[in-house]
């Protein structure tokens, strides 16, 4: 027992370190293009960092609030005083300089603090957890679309509110379920299954999206046409993280007492079901009210109503069910998830 005790100390720490790192994916915005020019290389540097700021400050907003919010507030107007307040650090991707001027692609790290207290300060709901990460399955009509696809695609992406790594194996279709996809999903550190099909024509391409849980497939929607397939995968993310935001966001500050015992079979499963727990949007004062070898009773406040819980417990790989003793949490996709 003092093993477990100490394991899960040391696990607790590193779910800290990693809720960090997705906190910062979220707060980073990279590739930003500027291009000034001034009386001196050291103004135009200054005029290059505050537009970067800036160009973040738009699109981290955009990013984890919904259009409909930010249109109801009248619009979340950035200039460079707030934008300079909201930053944390102004990275150097690419830079060229000289002769006064300053061109380069810099990356800005936002202070999550400092945009909260913002937003909610103006009554702007917003979304700041990602989504599980998607293991993202490309889907095409040809051999060497299919090939194109994948290329425009990469190796996936951190820097959204829905992660994603690109799927490696050739045998998976439109029809693959979460236990053909979960081998090497588990294996790439991913919670579901993401199903992006590729239609169209050069100039004219669409991407129809589904996600892949243990509970079945569902789809999510599919995209504008978009000129290249460059920006079919922008168009992509953004359908993605729409989605999410819409499912998420919480829009009153009331929440449900509620306490649930936990079921599984190894500490590495206890890991993985308290994670799913404390990263849900929908989840707030997280604590753990005792602990054994095979079970642990947690206690928590919720948002929302429990068929939204088990929703989103469930694109997280987690099964949230009653019985008469209360809550139950098991994972959904090991064999200890079985009723």
């Known amino acids: 027992m003092i093993r477990i005790l100490f394991a899960s100390l040391f696990a607790l720490v590193a779910m800290g370190a990693s809720a960090f790192a997705d906190t910062r994916d979220v707060y980073t915005v990279s590739n930003i293009e500027v291009d000034e020019t001034a009386g001196s290389l050291i103004e135009a540097r200054e005029l290059a960092m505050a537009s970067a700021r800036v160009q973040g400050a738009r699109v981290l907003i955009d990013r984890i609030t919904l259009a409909e919010d930010r249109l109801q507030s009248g619009g979340l107007v950035v200039d460079a005083a707030l934008a300079d307040r909201l930053s944390a650090a102004v990275d150097v991707q690419e830079e060229t300089a000289g002769a006064g001027r300053y061109k380069g692609t810099l990356a800005v790290v936002y202070n999550p603090r400092m945009v909260r207290a913002h ?3 103006l009554s702007v709901p917003y979304v700041d957890t990602q989504a599980p990460k998607g293991l993202l399955v490309p889907l095409a009509g040809s051999a060497g679309l299919d090939a194109a ?18 799927a490696n194996s050739p045998g998976d279709s439109a029809y693959s379920d979460w236990l053909e996809l979960s081998p090497e999903a588990g294996a790439l550190g991913a919670r579901r299954g993401i199903l992006a099909e590729l239609s169209g024509v050069d100039g004219a391409w669409q991407v129809t999206v589904s996600t892949v849980t243990a509970a079945g497939t569902e789809r999510v929607g599919t995209t504008p046409y978009a000129s290249s397939l460059e920006v079919a995968v922008d168009r992509m993310v953004a359908l993605l993280d729409e989605n999410w935001k819409e499912v998420s966001v919480i829009r009153s500050g009331e929440r449900t007492p509620a306490t649930a015992s936990v079921r599984y079979t190894s500490l590495a499963e206890w890991n993985t079901l308290r994670g799913a727990l404390a990263r849900s949007p929908l989840i707030s004062e997280f604590r753990i009210e005792a602990i054994a070898r095979d079970g642990a009773l947690v206690a928590f406040s919720y948002a929302g109503d429990p068929p939204r819980l088990q929703n989103d417990l469930l694109q997280r790989g987690v099964s949230l069910s009653e019985n008469e003793m209360g809550w139950i949490v098991r994972s959904a996709v090991s064999p200890s998830g079985e009723p």
């Open 119 to 121: 937003l909610d300060g």
């Open 149 to 166: 696809w994948r290329e425009a695609l990469g190796t996936g992406r951190d820097e959204t509110l829905s992660p994603f790594v690109t």
